[in-house]
């Protein structure tokens, strides 16, 4: 079964409990849990994976966490074939106190690897969430998964588990 790499940049640490709780939920042995700070050296880290589920919290006003500035610059400049690759993108941001950039880092990281070829599934209804703006919405769907531990950390756990039943049909590895 192909493993599913799982890839997270987190400044205070949420985007990496969310992706520790998304690792738990799939479990180990169906795939492998990296931190963009320690554990990435390049994107052919990324391209040993035919599945992807990539983690990233939004900083800034609508920006990418840190750790992935530099590995989107790389892709933006050497533009590595992604096609054949399927992602699901998912990120904490705060839908009060940065309701006008909410989860802008998602936005980001789907047209970049959009760009590069890959399939990005795993859109959800903005529908349930409240905030101002946000550049991660395509066609009224946020274009992955965005969660708000500021002010929503009780609906975490079940956006979760909806998303992951979503994601079955396109990740082998969950319909194990
Ligand atoms: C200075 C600062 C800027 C932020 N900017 C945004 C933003 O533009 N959009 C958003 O949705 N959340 C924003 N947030 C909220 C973070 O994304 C949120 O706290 C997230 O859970 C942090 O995750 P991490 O610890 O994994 O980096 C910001 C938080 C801080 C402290």
Not at 53 to 68: K, P, R, Y
Not at 84 to 93: E, N, R, S, V, Y
Not at 139 to 150: I, Q
């Amino acid at each position: 079964m192909a493993k599913i790499g799982i890839f997270y940049g987190s400044t205070s640490g949420v985007t990496e409990e969310i992706a520790e709780k998304i690792q738990a939920e799939i479990g180990e042995e169906n795939c492998d849990l990296y931190s963009m700070e320690e554990d990435f050296d390049s994107y052919d880290d990324l391209l040993e994976y035919d599945y992807l589920l990539l983690g990233c919290s939004t900083w800034g006003a609508g920006e990418v966490q840190n750790d992935w500035r530099e590995p989107l610059f790389d892709l933006e400049v050497e533009k590595p074939d992604f096609s054949g690759k399927t992602i699901a993108l998912f990120g904490p941001g705060d839908c009060t106190g940065h309701g006008k950039h909410f989860v802008g880092a998602l936005g980001i990281l789907y047209d970049q690897f959009k760009a590069l070829g890959a399939n990005v599934v795993g859109a959800v209804s903005a529908d349930g969430y409240t905030f101002e703006k946000s550049t991660a919405i395509r066609d009224g769907r946020f274009v992955g998964l965005p969660l708000d531990e500021v002010n929503e950390s009780e609906q975490t756990d079940q956006r979760i588990a909806d998303w992951l039943a979503l994601l079955k049909p396109d990740f082998p590895a969950l319909a194990a």
